[in-house]
């Protein structure tokens, strides 16, 4: 069954983001969902052609993950997006982020500042389904760095696509404007 992309036109108008922005971030995932297809498709092919032992077929197995994950963490990023409400200080997740980090301003500081470092990749709030833990991860490419076994909770994209247009190099402000766009309920609703 082949993936359909989701339609996050209910963004565009949200406060920081220009709407050029967001079409052109909506056009870039709707991209990653079609090759996503595509590449499921040519290896679905392959294997009834018994050319599983290729190359080919070995190479487009590892860009599967790439083409995958940048459809499915531009959803998770979307969908944690739009939100107009504050987050609610008495909330599980504002008690399990002070727990894990001692307050929630801890936790918002070292998240704003993985999001900050240089380079392009994704910042990833993560709860192991193990224990439970909260921890902020970077992720520099889509299919690489991945905590096995853990849950996403909050997804903020930050390769240049995501912020250069309206913020030029000033990623910080790009953060903030995400910080006042979370869709807490969403977050919240991850966790396990």
């Known amino acids: ?34 090759n996503t ?26 860009r599967v993950g790439w083409e995958f994950n940048g459809m499915r963490l531009h ?6 997006l739009g939100g107009k409400a504050p987050l609610d200080q008495n909330s599980p997740l ?11 301003d801890a936790w918002e500081k070292d998240f704003k500042a993985t999001g900050a470092m240089r380079g392009i990749g994704w910042v990833v709030l ?8 909260l921890m ?13 076994g853990c849950n996403p909770l909050l997804i903020m994209d930050v390769f240049e696509h995501a912020f250069m247009l309206d913020y030029g ?3 910080a402000d790009y953060i903030g404007a995400f910080f006042k766009n979370i869709d807490w309920s969403a977050v919240g ?3 396990k």
């Not at 499921?40 to 009834?48: E, F, G, I, P, S």
């Not at 504002?94 to 929630?104: C, H, I, M, N, T």
């Not at 709860?127 to 833990?133: A, G, I, L, M």
Request: cysteine-free; glycine content about 4%.
């Open 126 to 133: 993560y709860q192991d389904s193990t224990n439970r833990k």
């Open 75 to 80: 959803e998770y990023y979307f969908e944690n």
């Open 136 to 148: 902020n991860f970077w992720i520099n490419e889509h299919d690489v760095a991945h905590p096995a």
């Open 1 to 34: 069954m082949a993936y359909t992309p989701k339609d996050y036109a209910k963004l565009i108008g949200m406060e920081g983001f220009s709407e050029t922005l967001l079409k052109n971030h909506f056009t870039l995932y709707q991209g990653y969902v079609t």
């Open 169 to 171: 190099l000033k990623k």
């Open 37 to 62: 297809n595509k590449v499921l498709d040519t290896l679905a092919q392959m294997l009834k052609d018994d050319k599983a032992g290729t190359p080919e077929f070995a190479e487009l197995k590892r």
């Open 189 to 191: 609703a991850r966790m």
């Open 94 to 104: 504002v008690k399990k982020l002070a727990e894990e980090f001692g307050s929630y």
